[in-house]
């Protein structure tokens, strides 16, 4: 039975059960992943034969450090997600908010460690918790939070996560630059930028004695060795990051073009994903399937329906059809 409390985008195989085909048939929208992915250069022989070593781990951990231009303590990790995970042992468990709706794996991993888990509409009911999580630009509905807001709640809260999967499409919105304040942890998401989730490649930044306890909890070999070959080349090429940022800017404005062309409201989102109010969700999301093109919809709301932009000029076309 599918735990509709944590549905994910991504799963492509349900919608290939319903509705046929083969992986390589459809166009999967239904994550904020990239479609025009970082293009991966040939990798050594010896990335695949030997365990990642102290020095990959640093180099790309510096590349990354380089790229955001901080120098707070990080670590690396097996994509935010393994990070999600850890984070709620890092307390004795308490009373924890999220701001909500957000991506549901923050409140179930944390009542799975124990902590007591309420959803919260906004910033000022975030104040006195325990532990407070919140996405920015938030997922699923686009919501943003400035760097003087967050600052303002760091005092009020026992610990901040502040997930920043979807921040390289908004950078001025980062609090990478106060990152190694003490009750503040900030997530970054190598995987949806750059369009290689597969990698499974994230960061966390904070104190010295989170990251460490976090170092510990993750093992010696968090992530694979062509993982971190790839980050290190992908974070140090910033003319690539400088070019994908503008053209997702110009992709989301066209897939609010194309949404309203059907007579959708755009509620929000970001650059790598687009929220839309439709006349019935579940309906949409059959008719794009039937194309071969999967859609996030979501158990709290029949009518939200997201899409990240399509990649290439034929998956646009594809869409477009799909939608007229």
């Known amino acids: 039975m599918i735990d509709k409390t944590r549905d994910h985008g991504g799963n492509i195989g349900a919608a290939i059960a319903q509705f046929g085909g083969q992986p390589d048939d459809w ?26 070593t102290g020095e990959d781990m640093a180099q790309a951990l510096a590349a990354a450090q380089q790229h955001y231009g901080v120098t707070a303590p990080a670590m690396i ?4 997600q393994a990070a999600i995970q850890m984070i709620p ?21 944390l ?3 124990g902590w007591k888990v309420s959803a919260a509409p906004d910033l000022a009911a975030m104040r006195g918790a325990d532990l407070a999580v919140l996405v920015n630009p938030n997922n699923p509905d ?53 369009g290689l989730a597969g990698a499974r490649f994230g960061l966390v930044f904070g104190p010295q004695s989170d990251v460490q306890a976090l170092r510990a909890l993750a093992g010696p070999w968090p992530v694979s060795g062509p993982a971190l070959h790839i980050a290190r080349a992908a974070y140090a090429d910033t003319h690539w990051a400088h070019a994908t940022r503008a053209r997702l800017s110009q992709d989301a404005a066209k897939m609010d073009d194309l949404a309203r062309g059907a007579g959708w409201r755009v509620v929000g989102g970001c650059d790598l994903f687009r929220l839309y109010d439709t006349p019935d969700a579940t309906a949409v999301q059959i008719r794009l399937a039937r194309a071969h093109i999967w859609s996030r919809i979501f158990p709290y709301s029949a009518t939200w329906l997201r899409l990240g932009p399509a990649g290439a000029a034929d998956e646009w076309e594809r869409l477009a059809a799909a939608l007229t």
Not at 30 to 42: E, F, H, L
Not at 95 to 106: D, F, G
Not at 143 to 169: A, M, Q
């Open 142 to 194: 686009g919501r943003v939070f400035t760097p003087d807001e967050l600052l303002t709640l760091l005092p009020k809260v026992g610990l901040l996560i502040v997930d920043e999967s979807f921040c390289d499409v908004a950078p001025h919105l980062t609090l990478l630059p106060h990152a190694g304040q003490d009750k503040l942890l900030i997530l970054r998401s190598f995987g949806k930028f750059w």
């Open 89 to 109: 042992q890092l307390r004795a468990a308490g009373r924890a908010v999220v701001l909500s709706p957000s991506y549901n794996e923050h409140a179930a991993c």
């Open 77 to 80: 990790c097996a994509g935010a």
């Open 27 to 52: 166009i999967d929208l239904s994550t904020g992943i990239n479609r025009m992915a970082y293009p991966i250069a040939n990798m050594p022989p010896a990335l695949w034969h030997r365990l990642p």
């Open 111 to 113: 009542r799975a460690q």
